[in-house]
Nanobody, 115 residues
Framework: QVQLVESGGGLVQPGGSLRLSCAAS????????MGWYRQAPGKQRELVAV???????SYRDSVEGRFTISKDNAKNTMYLQMNSLKPEDTAVYYC?????????WGQGTQVTVSS
């Protein structure tokens, strides 16, 4: 079973940047549509960005133009570059297939945007 491990979160001031990584234990990015998700306290988990198996990205409206999803199939790693961060981006960020599989949820990585 493939395991996904998220990293790269942290505390950043509004307007700052972070780059999240999602490392897979096996090669899945070339054959699966993948997504970044986030869950803020007291809210449901939401889809943030998707990248298809042939590298076509899409974003939720609130992050369009600020976030960039990418992947390196050779390294079995997916990324989320987050710029111009806002307090409302504060959440635990997860990677998973799109649509998500219950077998692939990891621990996530905490992103906190605060001054």
């Amino acid at each position: 079973q493939v395991q996904l491990v998220e990293s790269g979160g942290g505390l950043v001031q509004p307007g700052g940047s972070l780059r999240l990584s999602c490392a897979a234990s096996a090669s899945i990015f070339g054959t699966s549509n993948m997504g970044w998700y986030r869950q803020a306290p007291g809210k449901q988990r939401e889809l943030v960005a998707v990248i298809t198996n042939n590298n076509r990205p899409s974003y939720r409206d609130s992050v369009e133009g600020r976030f960039t999803i990418s992947k390196d199939n050779a390294k079995n790693t997916m990324y989320l570059q987050m710029n111009s961060l806002k307090p409302e981006d504060t959440a635990v960020y997860y990677c998973n297939k799109n649509p998500p599989s219950n077998d692939y949820w990891g621990q996530g990585t905490q992103v906190t945007v605060s001054s």
